[in-house]
């Protein structure tokens, strides 16, 4: 059974930082990417930032340069710094797996709810 459990989520003014927290309860070996997602009332899951097993990185063009996902793979757990926060951040964030054994199984998180203020 594969289970995320974010943390790290919560109220910010605009232009403020949080760092968001993934921890998966597989090896990191096994998986084959990571990623975060968001979803804002009204709107439809998007990706925001993904990591694959090799390490290579793509970003949404509307957070690059402002957000950054990375990994601890001692700990299982990935990371999405997110700085020059904007109310247009504001959704509930998913963390998201696969794993090498079945890509096309998603795997995901209950939520965390980030909320931007201006």
């Known amino acids: 059974q594969v289970q995320l459990v974010e943390s790290g989520g919560g109220l910010v003014q605009a232009g403020g930082s949080l760092r968001l927290s993934c921890a998966a309860s597989?090896?990191?070996?096994?998986?084959?990417?990571m990623g975060w997602y968001r979803q804002a009332p009204g709107k439809q899951r998007e990706l925001v930032a993904a990591?694959?097993?090799?390490?290579?990185?793509n970003y949404a063009d509307s957070v690059k340069g402002r957000f950054t996902i990375s990994r601890d793979n001692a700990k299982n757990t990935v990371f999405l710094q997110m700085n020059s926060l904007k109310p247009e951040d504001t959704a509930v964030y998913y963390c998201?797996?696969?794993?090498?054994?079945?890509?096309?199984?998603?795997?995901w998180g209950r939520g965390t709810q980030v909320t931007v203020s201006s």
């Open positions: 597989v090896n990191i070996n096994s998986i084959n990417a």
């Open positions: 998201n797996l696969n794993l090498i054994t079945a890509p096309r199984i998603n795997y």
């Open positions: 990591i694959s097993r090799l390490g290579s990185t």
